[in-house]
C-alpha cells in the first residue's frame, strides 16, 4: 500500500523545570497508508497527544523524519488536526469558525460558505451558525471543531479523541461521516481515542502505545466481517461482527498488561 505518512525514527524529549529529561519517544516508526485509518490507543500520558503535536509540526521533534506524500495530482498533501480539546475562536461566528481551515490556506469562496452551512445542517448546527461559540455545548462545538477539520480538504486528518463529549447517537454518526471520508475521498486518518469499541470499529489497523519512551506495543490489523455492501462497514455493523470481542480481549489485554509494567518494581510487584 502507498503510504500517506511516514515517521522514522522519530525522537522527542521534553525537558522539566529540573532540567530533567523526559524521553517521550525514541526511533519509533509508524506509517499511514492511503485511505487507512490508523487508530491509537494507550494510557494517559502514554505521548498520543505530542505524536499529534510532532506529526502537525506544532512540535518539532529531537530527530527523526516526518514524511507527508503528495496528493495524486502532484500537489502537496495537507495534514488537519483536530485538537483534544476544540479550539472555537469566541469572537467568531460558528460559520466563520467552521471556514477557519479553509481561510488559512486560501481565500474563503461563496462556494465554501455554502459547503460548510450544509455540512453545519448535516450535524444539527444549521440554527446557531451565526451565534457565537459561547451559546453551544461541548458536544456542539466539538462537532463544529470537526466540520472544521474536514472541510479544509486535507489528505490526512488527526482526530485527539474527538467524539468523547458527544452522546452515543452523535458519535455513531460522525464515526459513520469519517469512515465515509475515508472510503469516498481516499482520506486518511489517525484517531486517538480511549474506546476500544470505537477502535475496533472504526480502523483498519489498531496501534497500541505504551512505555517511556512510548513505542508500539501492539499493532493489530482489524479485519471484520460485517454482511451488506461489499463487506463496507459502519459503525454498528462493525460492532456486530462476529470478530469484535477477539480484537477486543486483545487490545485489552495489551493495556492492561502495559500498565501492570509500568506499576510495578522490577521484582514484578505492585508500586505501592
Ligand atoms: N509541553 C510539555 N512539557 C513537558 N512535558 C510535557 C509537555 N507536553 C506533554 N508532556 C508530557 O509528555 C507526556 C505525554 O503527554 P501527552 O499529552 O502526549 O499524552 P497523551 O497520551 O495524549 O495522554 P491523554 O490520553 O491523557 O491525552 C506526559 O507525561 C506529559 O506530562
Ligand atoms: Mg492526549
Redesign the pocket.
Known amino acids: 500500500m502507498e503510504n500517506r505518512l511516514d515517521v522514522r525514527n522519530l525522537n522527542h524529549s521534553?525537558?522539566?523545570n529540573n532540567d530533567e529529561e523526559?524521553r517521550?519517544f525514541q526511533n519509533l516508526k509508524f506509517s499511514v497508508g492511503k485511505a487507512e485509518i490508523v487508530a491509537i490507543v494507550?494510557?494517559?500520558?502514554?505521548?498520543?497527544?505530542?505524536?499529534f503535536?510532532l506529526i502537525s509540526g506544532l512540535l518539532k521533534p529531537s530527530a527523526g523524519k516526518i514524511e507527508l506524500a503528495l496528493r495524486d495530482d502532484g500537489s502537496e498533501g495537507r495534514i488537519a488536526y483536530m485538537l483534544?480539546k476544540d479550539l472555537l475562536l469566541p469572537w467568531r461566528t460558528i460559520l466563520e469558525n467552521a471556514v477557519l481551515g479553509i481561510e488559512l490556506q486560501r481565500t474563503v469562496t461563496q462556494a465554501d460558505r455554502t459547503r460548510a452551512m450544509a455540512m453545519l445542517a448535516r450535524y444539527g448546527l444549521e440554527s446557531v451558525a451565526n451565534t457565537y461559540p459561547h451559546a453551544l455545548s461541548g458536544g456542539m462545538k466539538q462537532r463544529v471543531a470537526l466540520c472544521r477539520t474536514l472541510l479544509a480538504d486535507p489528505t490526512i486528518v488527526l482526530l485527539?479523541?474527538p467524539f468523547s463529549a458527544l452522546d452515543y447517537e452523535t458519535r455513531l454518526m460522525l464515526e459513520n461521516d469519517v469512515l465515509h471520508l475515508t472510503q469516498t475521498e481516499g482520506t486518511s486518518v489517525i484517531l486517538?481515542t480511549?474506546d476500544i469499541d470505537e477502535a475496533i470499529a472504526m480502523s483498519d489497523r489498531i496501534v497500541v502505545?505504551g512505555g517511556r519512551p512510548?513505542n508500539i506495543i501492539l499493532e493489530e490489523h482489524i479485519v471484520l466481517n460485517v454482511p451488506g455492501d461489499e463487506g463496507k462497514r459502519d459503525a454498528i455493523t462493525a460492532r456486530g461482527a462476529a470478530e469484535f470481542p477477539f480484537y477486543h480481549q486483545r487490545i485489552w489485554r495489551a493495556l492492561r498488561d502495559n500498565d501492570v509494567a509500568h506499576t510495578t518494581n522490577s521484582t514484578g510487584n505492585p508500586l505501592p
Open positions: 521534553f525537558i522539566k523526559i517521550i494507550g494510557r494517559s500520558g502514554a505521548g498520543k497527544s505530542t505524536l503535536n483534544q485527539d479523541e486517538v480511549h502505545l512510548a
